[in-house]
């Protein structure tokens, strides 16, 4: 009986998206920690920076990850923001309102597409890292998105019309990046590993200055945990 159970647990399955940064590789070390076979799920949408993309695979195969997909298509060609049209800068100050690094749509499609792939591997769960405490001001980082989406999800899926609910996770949802940091180390992720930085360079290197950056290295310093990014300069 108690093995049949340990089989049980060690099947259940989540689909993780994973962009290589702090907030979605703490996510996937949750979601591990927690008993899930995780399908790590990334995207190279025409981002400014693609390191976030390496630094995912390595995050992926850190944590064990039982298969990291990587799926192509160019949000640029919508355009609309300083993370994907490179004729609009990447601000350096804080903005008022949704800043300009907003994507649009952006976590609708990636939910989406990591609907369409739970529904192949069986998962039955969905783990993103929104946040609504340090989340730069994006509407679909949002509870109220969230549930709409969940929502959503259970009308336009075959599970869904089953009675096989797939559940939007967001573990990060309420807590502050300080709180996100200390979850991750207790998880066991190594965040040397991880690229926030919206612009960083080809190594992987950070540019200290834009909002991503801010909030991470406030993350760090309220949790009294050693930075372990890497910069451009100094």
């Given amino acids: 009986m108690l093995a049949d159970r340990s089989m049980s647990e060690q099947a259940k399955k989540a689909v993780v998206l994973l962009s290589g940064g702090l907030d979605s590789s703490t996510v996937l070390a949750i979601a591990k920690q927690q008993g899930y076979q995780c399908y790590a799920l990334s995207f190279d949408y ?7 993309l390496n630094a995912a695979s390595a995050v992926a195969k850190q944590l064990g990850a039982v298969e990291h997909k990587l799926v192509r298509f160019d949000m640029g060609e919508i355009g609309g923001s300083a993370l994907t049209d490179h004729s609009i800068s990447v601000p350096e100050q804080m903005e008022e309102g949704v800043p300009v690094t907003y994507v649009p749509a952006r976590n609708t499609v990636f939910l989406s597409m990591a609907l369409g792939l739970a529904e192949v591997v069986e998962a039955e ?6 946040n609504a405490v340090d989340y730069s001001g994006y509407p679909d980082c949002r509870p109220a998105f ?25 573990p990060l ?7 996100i940091i200390e979850q991750g180390v207790a998880a066991g992720l190594d965040y040397a590993l ?15 200055v834009c909002d991503s950056c801010r909030l991470r290295a406030q993350g760090f310093s309220d949790a009294g945990i050693d930075d372990p990014t890497r910069y451009q300069h100094g």
């Fill in 125 to 130: 769960a969905i783990f993103i890292g929104v």
């Fill in 173 to 179: 949802m309420t807590l502050t990046k300080a709180q």
């Fill in 194 to 208: 991880t690229v926030s930085c919206y612009q960083a360079d080809e190594q992987g290197q950070a540019c200290r």
């Fill in 46 to 52: 025409g981002q400014r920076s693609l390191a976030e």
């Fill in 146 to 170: 969230i549930d709409a989406f969940q929502s959503m999800a259970n009308l336009a899926t075959k599970a869904g019309v089953e009675g096989r609910e797939i559940r939007i996770e967001t």
